[in-house]
């Protein structure tokens, strides 16, 4: 048969599992994949379609190639395949393509998984085409207009509403699966140091124990090995992905964090509150960067998220902990983990794939979830936050009765204890001069005396030779002689020292070993070691922790090498903790292996380490005081969260009453002079009207709930660039009624017919 007459309509193509012979002098027998063992279609080239290809998709058959292919794969497969793929992220094109041979019953080859892959991807770029199209109508084409508009509780802004301490709580971390187009960042790979305001000389408890934040020629030379080492994401607390940025040829380096709020302030502006797991550091980072000005400005506030508290000192834990932070409510500010424990299930399907399809399996991965995730359980998370609060607001009474028992009459001083915490662990963490003076000069001394015995010995050796023996030997006498000499020097530089030190301190009577002063100093040098060996064993069991957890969450078998690597120098530690732990006046009970595994308490670790002074004896150290401590800052931030959940949900009916109002809106407009994107559009209504139907559903549940104190009732939008109302169209629904009743599956299956319809001539119509 000739090829013409198929490409000018006059013969028909078989397509059929088995192949059909009509074109088998240009081209191997075109094929098609259903469910069914067998599947045929006549395939009509008619008037209009210039190719083979456009007839294909116009009997609802996705070509793999442009001009002759040999195989076409249903859109009903491949939208099997990518809502799958998305809800089972393990999912890849290889088993996929198996499965489809087995219910075939005939044998897997490779070349069919790259058939079906070219056919997916023009599958999804006609998706995405129609897409654009819509958003170009809708007059939402421009790059930055999904971040401005991500999330409903976060950018939807109402008039007259309650002014709060933070318009827009975001989270931020880095993720060894995802990446991004590299060029925003750039900008900040250049020293950081350039261009900083005078005034910034901040430091953090935490700034030295974090290496994230490292230079760029130190961090290269780990990871450049790697072309994509992952990508570094930015949420709302409600869930909505914000930024994505890929991670090349380096690991979390802080050129990530400073371009990702730079993208933050110039979509959401100021009062913005950033959860990072390395917050403290970062707040300084920020600070010496050319951005920290602005951000300065615009009140941009580095915090840490609680997940990530025992990690930090607690008095790191005191100035940025999201518990003693106001404003804040509940907000944990850790929705990276939680994305990300979903996430993670991506690198099993992408490790081998192309920078294409890595991509692009992590594109549609993230506007899933905020589709099919996020947005369809919002309401859900606004009233379970809701109900949380309320939940510790009904233990008030009690603790009002625990304050009586204790005999305190008034909450402000449990800020205090916060404040009076801070101030003993700053003196903490700075040594008194004149303690640090005197094992300074207690050092000294030992030093003085070692390099006098060390000068007498040496003097003796050289005194004990005989002129004969001068004679005989003269190389040992040079070498005798020698060590005489640098004896001397080294005995008078110590003793220079000793003597600038003790008029620095007013001492008239040098110290001897039977001194009380001396005596003193041993055991402040003695506790200094044990304080640093401490220390040391802490952040070790905090790394182990971390990594089991780590393990548990990312379902990658790596990572459980790091806590046996680590078991040795956990040991190496505890046993350097063990000896300096006896050593002090009265010694300290040894910790055993055991003691260490089931170490838990990590928040409280440095309350216990005894220093300077018992910290068991103050009030705000006492487990019964910090218990009612805790839940203080619990009930008020509960309270702040009624408060801030009273802004959200309104601005949540607000968006569903203007969003579908400007959507059915458009449709109307659209179906005059464009039928097939109006039908899109159509399909687009229809679905955020059933995830509408839920919210509402759900909220009108809660505004029934005792002790619900805000309104569902939808107010007026000051976002003029967004959605807004119009008067002549309005969607009622009965809130009372059950979401999606009355509605049947024949309604579904024609509205899935009418999208495949409406998507093939939209590309029939570009072809043509």
């Given at each position: 048969m000739?090829?013409?007459l198929?490409?000018?309509?006059?013969?028909?193509?078989?397509?059929?599992?088995?192949?059909?012979?009509?074109?088998?002098?240009?081209?191997?027998?075109?094929?098609?994949?259903?469910?069914?063992?067998?599947?045929?279609?006549?395939?009509?080239?008619?008037?209009?379609?210039?190719?083979?290809?456009?007839?294909?998709?116009?009997?609802?058959?996705i070509?793999?190639?442009?001009?002759?292919?040999?195989?076409?794969?249903?859109?009903?497969?491949?939208?099997l395949?990518?809502?799958?793929?998305?809800r089972?992220?393990?999912?890849?094109?290889?088993?996929?393509?198996?499965?489809?041979?087995?219910?075939?019953?005939?044998?897997?080859?490779?070349?069919?998984?790259?058939?079906?892959?070219?056919?997916?991807?023009?599958?999804?770029?006609i998706?995405?085409?129609?897409?654009?199209?819509?958003?170009?109508?809708?007059?939402?084409d421009?790059?930055?207009?999904?971040l401005?508009?991500?999330?409903?509780?976060?950018?939807?802004?109402?008039?007259?509403?309650?002014?709060?301490?933070?318009?827009?709580?975001?989270?931020?971390?880095?993720?060894?699966?995802?990446?991004?187009?590299?060029?925003?960042?750039?900008?900040?790979v250049?020293?950081?140091?350039?261009?900083?305001?005078?005034?910034?000389?901040?430091t953090?408890?935490?700034e030295?124990?974090?290496?994230?934040?490292?230079?760029?020629?130190?961090?290269?030379?780990?990871?450049?090995?790697?072309?994509?080492?992952?990508?570094?994401?930015?949420?709302?607390?409600?869930?909505?992905?914000?930024?994505?940025?890929?991670?090349?040829?380096?690991?979390?380096?802080?050129?990530?964090?400073?371009?990702?709020?730079?993208?933050?302030?110039?979509?959401?502006?100021?009062?913005?509150g950033?959860?990072?797991?390395?917050?403290?550091?970062?707040?300084?980072?920020?600070?010496?960067?050319?951005?920290?000005?602005?951000?300065?400005?615009?009140?941009?506030?580095?915090?840490v998220?609680?997940?990530?508290?025992?990690?930090?000192?607690?008095?790191?834990?005191?100035?940025?902990?999201?518990?003693?932070?106001?404003?804040?409510?509940?907000e944990?500010?850790?929705?990276?983990?939680?994305?990300?424990?979903?996430?993670?299930?991506?690198?099993?399907?992408?490790?081998?794939?192309?920078?294409?399809?890595?991509?692009?399996?992590?594109i549609?991965?993230a506007?899933?979830?905020?589709?099919?995730?996020?947005?369809?359980?919002?309401?859900e998370?606004?009233?379970?936050?809701y109900?949380?609060?309320?939940?510790?607001?009904?233990?008030?009474?009690?603790?009002?009765?625990?304050?009586?028992?204790?005999?305190?009459?008034?909450?402000?001083?449990?800020?205090?204890?916060?404040?009076e915490?801070?101030?003993?662990?700053?003196?903490?963490?700075?040594?008194?001069?004149?303690?640090?003076?005197?094992?300074?000069?207690?050092?000294?001394?030992?030093?003085l005396?070692?390099?006098?015995?060390?000068?007498?010995?040496?003097?003796?050796a050289?005194?004990?030779?005989?002129?004969?023996?001068?004679?005989?030997?003269?190389?040992?006498?040079?070498?005798?002689?020698t060590?005489?000499?640098?004896?001397?020097?080294?005995?008078?530089?110590?003793?220079?020292?000793?003597?600038?030190?003790?008029?620095?301190?007013?001492?008239?009577?040098?110290?001897?070993?039977d001194?009380?002063?001396?005596?003193?100093?041993?055991v402040?040098?003695?506790?200094?070691?044990?304080?640093?060996?401490?220390?040391?064993?802490?952040?070790?069991?905090?790394?182990?922790?971390?990594?089991?957890?780590k393990?548990?969450?990312?379902?990658?078998?790596?990572?459980?090498?790091?806590?046996?690597?680590?078991?040795?120098?956990?040991?190496?530690?505890?046993?350097?903790y063990?000896?300096?732990?006896?050593?002090?006046?009265?010694?300290?009970p040894?910790?055993?292996?055991?003691?260490?595994?089931?170490?838990?308490?990590?928040?409280?670790?440095?309350?216990?380490?005894?220093?300077?002074?018992?910290?068991?004896?103050?009030?705000?150290?006492?487990?019964?005081?910090?218990?009612?401590?805790?839940?203080?800052?619990?009930?008020?931030?509960?309270?702040?969260?009624?408060?801030?959940?009273?802004?959200?949900?309104?601005?949540?009916?607000t968006?569903?009453?203007?969003?579908?109002?400007?959507?059915?809106?458009?449709?109307?407009?659209?179906?005059?002079t464009?039928?097939?994107?109006?039908?899109?559009?159509?399909?687009?209504?229809?679905?955020?009207?059933?995830?509408?139907?839920?919210?509402?559903?759900?909220l009108?549940r809660l505004?029934?709930?005792?002790?619900f104190?805000?309104?569902?009732?939808?107010?007026?939008?000051?976002?003029?660039?967004?959605?807004?109302?119009?008067?002549?169209?309005?969607?009622?629904?009965?809130?009372?009624?059950?979401?999606?009743?009355?509605?049947e599956?024949?309604?579904?299956?024609?509205?899935?017919?009418?999208?495949?319809?409406?998507?093939?001539?939209?590309?029939?119509?570009?072809?043509?």
């Open positions: 000739d090829i013409d198929v490409l000018d309509g006059t013969n028909p193509v078989d397509l059929s599992h088995e192949g059909d012979a009509a074109l088998a002098n240009n081209n191997p027998a075109p094929s098609s994949h259903e469910y069914q063992d067998k599947y045929v279609v006549k395939v009509l080239d008619t008037f209009g379609d210039v190719s083979i290809s456009a007839a294909f998709v116009r009997e609802g058959l070509p793999c190639a442009p001009h002759f292919p040999t195989i076409g794969v249903t859109i009903r497969v491949l939208k395949y990518r809502n799958t793929s998305l089972c992220p393990h999912l890849s094109i290889h088993s996929f393509v198996k499965a489809l041979c087995d219910l075939h019953g005939t044998p897997f080859r490779p070349y069919l998984r790259k058939q079906f892959s070219n056919c997916f991807d023009v599958y999804l770029s998706r995405n085409h129609v897409n654009r199209r819509v958003e170009i109508v809708l007059k939402r421009d790059p930055g207009w999904r401005r508009h991500a999330c409903p509780c976060c950018t939807h802004k109402l008039v007259d509403e309650p002014e709060l301490v933070f318009d827009m709580l975001v989270t931020m971390d880095g993720n060894d699966s995802l990446k991004r187009e590299r060029d925003i960042v750039l900008q900040w250049k020293d950081q140091g350039n261009n900083v305001p005078s005034e910034v000389n901040e953090t408890p935490c030295d124990r974090w290496t994230n934040m490292a230079n760029e020629a130190s961090k290269m030379r780990t990871k450049g090995i790697y072309d994509e080492t992952g990508g570094f994401l930015s949420f709302c607390c409600h869930g909505f992905v914000l930024v994505i940025i890929d991670m090349v040829v380096s690991g979390e380096l802080s050129k990530y964090p400073l371009a990702t709020v730079k993208a933050l302030l110039d979509a959401f502006g100021p009062k913005i950033g959860g990072y797991d390395i917050g403290c550091k970062f707040r300084i980072t920020l600070a010496r960067s050319p951005l920290g000005r602005r951000a300065q400005e615009r009140r941009y506030r580095a915090l998220g609680s997940f990530h508290r025992h990690a930090h000192n607690r008095l790191c834990q005191l100035l940025f902990l999201a518990t003693y932070i106001e404003g804040l409510g509940l944990d500010l850790e929705g990276g983990e939680r994305f990300f424990s979903k996430s993670n299930a991506l690198a099993s399907s992408i490790r081998h794939a192309s920078v294409f399809h890595r991509k692009q399996k992590i549609e991965f506007k899933h979830m905020d589709q099919n995730e996020t947005y369809q359980n919002l309401s998370f606004l009233v379970n936050n109900k949380q609060a309320l939940g510790i607001l009904k233990s008030e009474p009690a603790f009002v009765k625990q304050m009586q028992d204790q005999g305190i009459a008034d909450t402000s001083v449990f800020r205090g204890w916060l404040a915490e801070k101030t003993y662990l700053e003196h903490l963490s700075r040594e008194p001069l004149d303690e640090s003076l005197a094992m300074e000069y207690w050092q000294k001394l030992v030093n005396g070692a390099s006098e015995r060390r000068l007498a010995a040496a003097v003796n050289w005194e004990v030779l005989t002129p004969l023996s001068i004679t005989t030997t003269r190389d040992l006498t040079q070498s005798r002689e060590e005489r000499r640098h004896a001397q020097e080294v005995e008078a530089k110590d003793l220079l020292i000793v003597q600038s030190l003790e008029v620095k301190m007013g001492i008239l009577q040098r110290w001897g070993p001194d009380v002063e001396w005596k003193q100093a041993v402040m040098v003695g506790r200094r070691r044990y304080q640093r060996c401490l220390d040391a064993l802490e952040g070790l069991i905090i790394a182990r922790m971390f990594e089991l957890t393990m548990n969450m990312s379902q990658t078998g790596h990572i459980g090498n790091a806590p046996k690597a680590r078991s040795h120098a956990i040991h190496t530690a505890l046993l350097n063990n000896v300096t732990a006896q050593a002090l006046v009265p010694p300290r040894p910790l055993s292996w055991d003691d260490i595994i089931e170490y838990a308490f990590l928040a409280d670790f440095d309350l216990l380490s005894d220093t300077r002074s018992d910290v068991h004896l103050k009030v705000w150290a006492k487990p019964a005081s910090r218990i009612l401590m805790d839940q203080h800052f619990k009930l008020k931030r509960a309270r702040e969260e009624i408060l801030r959940l009273n802004v959200e949900i309104p601005q949540l009916t968006y569903i009453r203007d969003e579908e109002a400007f959507l059915l809106q458009q449709e109307d407009l659209l179906s005059q464009n039928p097939p994107l109006s039908g899109q559009l159509r399909l687009r209504c229809l679905k955020l009207i059933r995830s509408n139907d839920l919210h509402i559903h759900r009108n505004a029934s709930m005792p002790g104190c805000g309104s569902i009732n939808p107010g007026t939008s000051v976002n003029a660039a967004g959605p807004h109302p119009t008067d002549n169209h309005t969607h009622d629904r009965d809130v009372d009624q059950e979401p999606f009743a009355g509605e599956e024949e309604e579904e299956e024609e509205e899935q017919a009418a999208e495949v319809a409406d998507a093939l001539c939209l590309v029939v119509e570009g072809l043509n």
